[in-house]
């Protein structure tokens, strides 16, 4: 098993999900001695712990199955398309804005032949 594999199981494990949400209500509880300098295995640890965590929060509220924490395949791709969703659902409500943007001269299609006339 090599490192990264090894990384993502103790950060998808129940005990580190555990200390991770303690550490970010108790400020007393830390996940590693040095506070500065993250090694980047350090940074990929706490990675992997959001990525988890976010998934375990989507299990609980019954919008994925937790079948998605039985295979690195399905977890990835889960965070994938909800990335996409959301993007597309910002671009969903852009278009929504766009027509409430005043403008200072607006024609339609009725008002050409008027003016027309």
Same mark, same amino acid.
Request: charge should be positive; glycine fraction near 0%; avoid cysteine.
């Given at each position: %098993? =090599?490192?990264?594999? /090894? +990384? ?19 400020? @007393?509880? &830390?996940?590693?001695? @040095? +506070? ?6 350090? &940074? ?17 509220? @019954?919008?994925?199955? $937790?079948?998605?924490? !039985? @295979? ?12 996409? !969703? ?5 671009? =969903?409500?852009?278009?929504?804005? +766009? ?6 001269? %607006? /024609?339609?299609?009725? =008002?050409?032949?008027?003016? $027309?006339?």
């Amino acid at each position: %098993m =090599d490192i990264y594999s /090894t +990384i993502r199981k103790l950060a998808k494990s129940n005990k580190h999900q555990n200390l991770f949400s303690a550490s970010k209500e108790i400020n @007393n509880i &830390q996940l590693f001695d @040095n +506070i500065k300098n993250l090694s980047n295995l350090q &940074q990929l640890y706490i990675n992997f712990l959001y990525f988890y965590e976010n998934i375990i929060v989507d299990i609980m509220s @019954n919008l994925v199955s $937790e079948k998605v924490l !039985d @295979n690195d395949i399905y977890s990835d791709s889960y965070i994938l398309w909800k990335k996409k !969703d959301k993007k597309q659902d910002k671009v =969903d409500e852009k278009r929504k804005d +766009i027509h409430l943007i005043p403008a200072k001269h %607006m /024609t339609f299609k009725n =008002d050409k032949k008027k003016n $027309e006339n």
